[in-house]
């Protein structure tokens, strides 16, 4: 699995962060990961720090707040994506269908008005 950001990628000037180039068992690994650290035990999930994933040009924080706001940035390296518990649950159903079989297609993990997106694709394709 890797992860990259992608800014201005489309004609509305919006960012992307994905995590791409995955299978149905690392797509199990981190929906695994994401319900045990960020929704069981409530802590941050810093994905430099998962051995299955490969950053490219960027770093990935998941993290619990108040409200959901996505993903937020200072430097355009350091991301921190920020749900509410809510917000986590969708985004695991949202994966669910990765872990039932091999795919190519590919998933936005939250629908929130911010300037930068998080994509969940399988292939290399940005959409």
Do not use: H, W
Not at 8 to 27: C, G, I, T
Not at 28 to 38: N, T, Y
């Amino acid at each position: 699995m890797k992860l990259d950001y992608i800014e201005n990628y489309n004609e509305l000037n919006e960012n992307l962060v994905r995590l791409y180039n995955f299978n149905k068992a690392e797509a199990i690994k981190f929906r695994d990961l994401l319900i045990e650290v960020v929704i069981l035990k409530k802590q941050k999930l810093d994905l430099a720090q998962v051995d299955f994933i490969e950053p490219r040009n960027c770093n990935l924080i998941l993290g619990l707040f108040k409200t959901d706001e996505g993903i937020l940035t200072k430097d355009d390296y350091n991301f921190f994506c920020i749900l509410t518990l809510k917000g986590f649950e969708n985004m695991i159903k949202l994966i669910e269908p990765f872990c039932k079989r091999e795919s190519r297609g590919y998933q936005y993990l939250y629908d929130i008005d911010n300037p930068t997106d998080l994509l969940f694709s399988p292939s290399a394709s940005l959409v």
